[in-house]
Nanobody, 126 residues
Framework: QVQLVESGGGSVQAEGSLRLSCVLS????????MGWFRQAPGQEREGVAA????????YYADSVKGRFTVSQDNAKNTLYLQMNSLKPEDTAMYYC???????????????????WGQGTQVTVSS
């Protein structure tokens, strides 16, 4: 059974930084695509960043380019999201997701992904 567990969320002031982690277990496939999404109250879940495990590259929403960095450690089955220069509008529940398929570019479309974590809350105060 595929499971994803996020951690690293918290409360920070604007211009602060956080690093989110997502541990993947039970995955039995080869190449995969993983993404970070976020959802603020009353809003739809939106794609933030995505990465392919077999050289599919990294992809970012325009709103986070230059501030967020997605990376992965395949040996640890862990996905990361380094978030710098945080803004109050980054406040949301952050989710990671995976699909057992190579893609280039890796989509930021939430409907494309197969498995999801439970989320970790990020709150940025001004």
């Amino acid at each position: 059974q595929v499971q994803l567990v996020e951690s690293g969320g918290g409360s920070v002031q604007a211009e602060g930084s956080l690093r989110l982690s997502c541990v993947l277990s039970g995955y039995r496939y080869g190449c995969k695509s993983m993404g970070w999404f976020r959802q603020a109250p009353g809003q739809e879940r939106e794609g933030v960043a995505a990465i392919g495990s077999c050289g599919g590259g990294t992809y970012y929403a325009d709103s986070v380019k230059g501030r967020f960095t997605v990376s992965q450690d395949n040996a640890k089955n862990t996905l990361y999201l380094q978030m710098n220069s945080l803004k109050p509008e980054d406040t949301a529940m952050y989710y990671c997701a995976v699909r057992g398929q190579f893609a280039a570019p890796v989509p930021l479309d939430r409907q494309w992904y197969s498995y999801w974590g439970q989320g970790t809350q990020v709150t940025v105060s001004s």
